[in-house]
């Protein structure tokens, strides 16, 4: 009798690892994050400038793959995100020390992106997607 309830227990574990393993596949694939966030190449040290002549090297289809001339976003690179270093220091909050305004909305450091819109709009004329 134990022998089966071992046996029993085992297979329920193993079905249970087989169903995780697709959902978490599945999740994958539906969800994958594939694509360029400033942080991990340069920090604290963005610009508009920069991330939108990173945008510019993501859309560029100047790397063969398979004979043909790809992209990184043809090859499903195509979301670019800026981590960190877009938003300003106010003088709002309770220890006068927040990245909001007295409303609540995030506050841009204009002098490092002096226009999130026209560097948003850029990404989609590239066929990427961004992120901040």
Known sequence: ????????????????LAIYTVLFSLTILCFDSRGWRSWNLFGANVNQQLIMSQM????????MVDGKLQSLC??????????DNWQLCSSYGP??????????????????????????????????????
């Open 1 to 16: 009798m134990f022998n089966n309830d071992v046996t029993s227990l085992v297979s329920i574990q193993s079905t249970n």
């Open 56 to 63: 510019t090297a993501i859309a560029n289809r100047s790397r």
């Open 74 to 83: 043809d090859l499903g690179y195509c979301d670019v995100g800026l981590d």
């Open 95 to 132: 220890n006068k020390y927040s990245y909001h305004d007295a409303n609540g909305r995030p506050v841009v450091n204009t002098a490092r992106f002096p226009d999130f819109i026209a560097m948003t709009d850029y990404a989609h004329s590239l066929g990427l997607t961004a992120g901040w």
